[in-house]
């Protein structure tokens, strides 16, 4: 299981045990937001599209959406998402589970200005009913990230 994964990777920052596992699905951001307790903005949504002929990950404020127009001003190419299939395949996580740690190699991530308002936010843990709360400085070391992008709707 993808979680699994994560947690092994968490282990290098002694942090795997902060990874929160729910009764319920945390799939979507609402559901993710009534399992954790907080507002829908601070879930930190991991969205997956191709650059090209390879993934990238962007990782959001859970109330955003993603500008078409922004997205195709930074990347240069239009936003094409990747399917459940693909994200499975490439990415190493499940839809509702994809989160940017312990990806598979070769996979970018991104992370959009739109998570700069929060202390800290809940990006999901590797599977549909987990996160773990991190604040800017923990996400960027540890999604390996420190590509800030603003393609997000305000």
């Known amino acids: 299981m993808a979680i699994e994964a ?14 929160l596992e729910f009764e319920v699905s945390s799939a979507t951001v609402e ?4 399992a954790v307790g907080c507002e829908p903005a601070r879930i930190a949504k991991t969205l997956s599209f191709f650059m090209g002929d390879h993934p990238i990950l962007i990782v959001a404020a859970g109330d955003r959406r993603v500008d078409n127009h922004k997205y195709k001003e930074v990347f240069h190419t239009k936003a094409r998402m990747l399917t459940p299939e693909q994200a499975v395949e490439l ?8 989160c940017p740690f312990a990806v598979k190699p070769g996979v970018e991530i991104y ?3 739109s998570l700069r308002q929060f202390d800290t936010v809940f ?12 604040t800017m400085e923990e996400l960027e070391r540890f999604s390996g990230s420190t590509n ?5 709707k305000a």
């Open 123 to 134: 990006p999901a843990a590797g599977s549909s009913n987990s996160a773990i709360e991190v």
């Open 31 to 34: 559901l993710a937001a009534q």
């Open 6 to 19: 994560v947690r092994e990777y968490m282990k290098q920052w002694g942090v795997q045990d902060r990874i």
């Open 111 to 113: 992370l959009d200005e």
């Open 148 to 152: 800030w992008v603003d393609v997000c």
């Open 91 to 98: 990415v190493g996580h499940a839809v509702g589970g994809v």
